[in-house]
């Protein structure tokens, strides 16, 4: 065996060094990118509630605590990646609530 066989620890450490920070910079972009994935999918969902919400009538909108003024606003907010539109907001209830 030579010499170069085997790389100097020097060597070896910075090679494990960049490999490390490459793959916590894939790890980042990978969820970065699920996060951005799960926020439009957060939109997407708002914007299907709206649509659905604004048919409604301003006495009916008013009924389930609405205004017509504000409704794209409250449903975004309640969309919000903070609160995530799994069913059970207020603005996702009242839109599943009988017409």
């Known amino acids: 065996m030579t010499g170069h066989d ?13 490999e490390v920070t490459f793959a916590n910079s894939i ?24 649509q659905q919400l604004s048919r409604l009538s301003d006495a009916e909108l008013q009924r ?14 309640a969309c919000d990646r903070g609160n995530r539109c799994d069913g059970q907001s207020r603005t996702v209830m009242a839109w599943q609530a009988e017409p």
């Open 6 to 18: 085997h790389p100097a620890p020097a060597q070896t450490s910075l090679r494990s060094g960049a």
């Open 27 to 50: 790890s980042s972009l990978g969820a970065r990118f699920t996060d951005w994935v799960a926020t439009a999918a957060d939109y997407y969902t708002a914007a299907a509630t709206c």
């Open 64 to 77: 389930r605590g609405f205004s017509r003024a504000t409704l794209a606003s409250d449903i975004c907010q």
